[in-house]
């Protein structure tokens, strides 16, 4: 949640994973240091929209 460029390449990562994995398989999106609120970069609201895009869910957690 702290990394826009991360978050601005999951859609490639999407595209990987299609490509290369059997159609059924499960993802799920999950954006990490959601506890780092003053570094945030991404809202909760852009994740859980990106992931609605690709029928995924989306959760937040904190590696703490």
Same mark, same amino acid.
Request: aromatic content about 10%; glycine content about 4%.
């Given at each position: 949640?702290?990394?826009?460029?991360?978050?601005?390449?999951?859609?490639?990562?999407? *595209?990987?994973?299609?490509?290369?994995?059997?159609?059924?398989?499960?993802?799920?999106?999950?954006? &990490?240091?959601?506890? $780092? /609120? *003053?570094?945030?970069?991404?809202?909760?609201?852009?994740?859980?929209?990106?992931?609605?895009?690709? &029928?995924?869910?989306? $959760? /937040?957690?904190?590696?703490?």
């Amino acid at each position: 949640m702290t990394d826009r460029e991360t978050f601005e390449n999951v859609r490639t990562w999407i *595209s990987e994973i299609e490509k290369y994995s059997q159609s059924n398989v499960c993802k799920i999106l999950v954006g &990490n240091k959601c506890d $780092l /609120e *003053s570094q945030r970069s991404v809202t909760t609201e852009e994740g859980r929209d990106f992931a609605a895009q690709f &029928n995924m869910p989306f $959760l /937040e957690t904190s590696a703490r």
